[in-house]
């Protein structure tokens, strides 16, 4: 695992600088580009930033679980 950890990144989380990637939740085009486009992240492509809490992936049971959780606990702030 040489190489693998780097000192200048082995800081905290609240130290780290923000990233981000692509989430797959908003596509917006015409209908008539559907299916048609090899590669849609082109010139006119714009990205929308959300909230972690608005962007859970769910690929597997955990995930769906999770995202769950996130869902009922947004419930409750929002009946408060």
């Given at each position: 695992m040489s190489g693998f950890l780097q000192k200048k990144n082995n800081?905290?989380?609240?130290?780290?600088?923000?990233?981000?990637?692509?989430n797959g939740a908003i596509y917006i085009f015409e209908r008539k580009?559907?299916?048609a486009l090899a590669d849609i992240y082109g010139d006119k492509s714009?990205?929308?930033l959300m909230r972690?809490?608005?962007?859970v992936d769910i690929?597997?049971?955990?995930?769906?679980?999770?995202?769950?959780?996130?869902?009922?606990?947004t419930q409750i702030s929002t009946d408060r």
């Open positions: 800081l905290r989380g609240q130290e780290l600088e923000p990233y981000y990637r692509i580009f559907v299916g714009y990205a929308y972690q809490e608005e962007s690929d597997n049971q955990l995930d769906f679980t999770f995202a769950e959780l996130m869902m009922s606990q």
